[in-house]
């Protein structure tokens, strides 16, 4: 019979770096109860949570370890995960809608995981471009902005899926 022909394994066994792993993901779970120090969010089973009544109590025990949480280590290193650009004729006269709107969708995504949160928002002309820590909240703002307002988006991964621009563009009146 001759030679072997079949499937080729082209894969390695080296070690590689996971590509959606998050920098500033913490490696191993702290022992003992943990608390933001920026904003107050608290770490309890192996998840950040903000909760007002479990911070008090842990801010005023001894035992409690203060570190700063992944969101706010990435807005002081100013490392957005997500940058959403808006571009549209009409963004002057519905900025206070669009803000709201953008408030709303994170509001609601820091209710599940207060590591989703706006970096920042700068506005020019007919343009704005809000920075986010986290690729799905500019994936959510995108598709909620076209949901209220219509218009375009479209979204574009960086290399090894860490950064996601999106970019929506409203709709243009002819």
Request: include cysteine; charged fraction near 30%; hydrophobic fraction near 35%.
């Amino acid at each position: 019979m001759g030679t072997r022909r079949g499937k080729r394994y082209t894969t390695s066994y080296k070690e590689r770096e996971h590509p959606n792993q998050d920098p500033y993901a913490m490696l191993r779970s702290p022992k003992g109860p943990v608390i933001c120090r920026t904003c107050r969010a608290v770490y309890a089973k192996k998840r950040w949570v903000f909760d007002k009544t479990a911070a008090r109590k842990l801010a005023a025990s001894p035992r409690t370890h203060q570190l700063v949480c992944p969101a706010c280590q990435k807005i002081r290193d100013k490392y957005p995960e997500g940058i959403v650009t808006l571009k549209w004729s009409g963004l002057r006269d519905h900025a206070e809608e669009i803000r709201s709107l953008i408030d709303h969708v994170e509001a609601r995504a820091m209710s599940v995981n207060p590591l989703e949160r706006v970096m920042k928002i700068a506005r020019r002309r007919n343009e704005m471009e809000v920075q986010t820590t986290n690729d799905r909240l500019a994936q959510r703002i995108g598709r909620e902005l076209v949901r209220a307002y219509k218009g375009t988006v479209k979204y574009t991964w960086a290399h090894r899926d860490m950064l996601l621009r999106v970019v929506w563009r409203g709709p243009e009146v002819t």
